[in-house]
């Protein structure tokens, strides 16, 4: 398959007032997934405390169990692979971790009062239909969901923005995936680098596909970050992420599905103060002098006298040099004047100018 799904130089959109992209301010987005532990208090509480860290958004997760697997003691359903739910049934764990569909509407009146952005992945057509009822800003395919071409084509069919996560999948299957949202109707798409691995490791993060993703796809790129602490996500922004998701949890000492690899609210709001820092620190494309700079340039190297010299003796490389303050004329002319003759007596510590020189 040829590479190269380009949105004709589209490079960012809105996410309802707030722009998204290049340029803009990172978009911060912390996901919920089970870790409300099927407590709405709790989950009210997680919004609240979102909000104080700083993030953009919540994202929460639209599923039922029966929509997103089959309840089957069949090994097929049994999850394995070094996970930390190994031995679970995976409508067991889907049970335990979903969001009641109730709880909806009234976080979303809650994040309305907040003005902090709420959306949700959905796992199946009819939680896209839900969402849209609710009203959410933007759809998200989780990355185990890439590889469903109808239910990428039933979001991006209602002409919202569509956030894809890539874990796991080839450039093939990104491809295929754009191109899909694309010719359903999809006009701003944005892409999360991501290792579905719960937690990942640094090393298996490769942050140097973000640029690479960039460039082939012409969208706003981010990442998905499930590995602990805060490190990979302020690198990728560093590297051109303009969207972090990360999983949120008040507290990992409470057991969940997802809180073990979670960020608490104190990390999280560090995130967010790292990646603000990490913002002014990028700026942008710049040479010379910055304006706290500019005081310091007296004190680069010029030429000055260093030791006594009467009039008509000669400049040296012993009676004139090259030191610290800026005072005197550029290093430059260094040779140009050692051989040439003092036009007046001078003292050592003087700066040296044209006028002394004949």
């Known amino acids: 398959m040829r590479f190269g799904v380009r949105g004709g130089g589209m ?63 069949k090994e097929f359903f049994k999850i394995q692979g070094e996970t930390n739910w190994d031995g679970q049934m995976l409508y067991d764990l889907y049970s335990q971790a979903c969001t009641p569909w109730e709880w909806f509407p009234k976080l979303k009146e809650i994040a309305q009062s907040l003005n902090i952005d709420l959306f949700a992945t959905a796992f199946d057509p009819s939680a896209v239909d839900f969402l849209e009822e609710l009203g959410v800003p933007v759809h998200k395919v989780a990355s ?77 790129i981010g990442l998905s970050d499930h590995t602990m602490g ?10 051109g992420a303009c969207i972090i998701e990360k999983h949120f949890t008040l507290s990992r000492k409470s057991p969940g599905p997802d809180s073990s690899f979670s960020l608490e609210p104190d990390e999280f709001k560090a995130l967010v103060e790292a990646i603000r820092t990490t913002e002014k620190a990028l700026g942008e494309i710049h040479y010379g002098a910055s304006s706290l700079e500019v005081k310091n340039r007296i004190f680069r190297r010029s030429l000055f006298v260093v030791e006594d010299i009467k009039a008509g003796e000669k400049f040296t490389s012993e009676n004139i040099r090259s030191i610290r303050p800026g005072m005197g004329l550029h290093t430059r002319h260094l040779n140009e004047i050692v051989g040439r003759t003092a036009a007046s007596d001078l003292e050592r510590g003087m700066p040296l100018s044209w006028d002394m020189v004949i």
């Open 230 to 239: 805060i490190a990979a996500s302020v690198s990728a922004v560093s590297l």
């Open 11 to 73: 490079k960012s959109f809105k996410i309802k007032n707030r722009s998204l992209g290049p340029g803009f301010p990172v978009y911060l987005i912390a996901e919920f997934s089970g870790n409300h532990h099927q407590n709405f208090e709790e989950a009210a509480k997680m919004l609240h405390a979102a909000k104080a860290c700083g993030a953009d958004a919540v994202k929460l997760q639209a599923y039922t169990p029966d929509k997103i697997t089959l309840r089957s003691d």
């Open 144 to 220: 185990f969901e890439i590889v469903d071409i109808q239910l990428i084509s039933k979001m991006a069919g209602t002409g919202k923005p569509l956030i894809i996560s890539t874990g796991m999948a080839t450039l093939n299957e990104i491809e295929e995936a754009v191109k899909t949202a694309r010719n359903a109707g999809a006009r701003e798409i944005a892409l999360l680098k991501c290792t579905s691995a719960y937690p990942a490791e640094p090393e298996e993060m490769h942050l140097r596909t973000i640029p690479h993703l960039m460039e082939i796809f012409d969208v706003p």
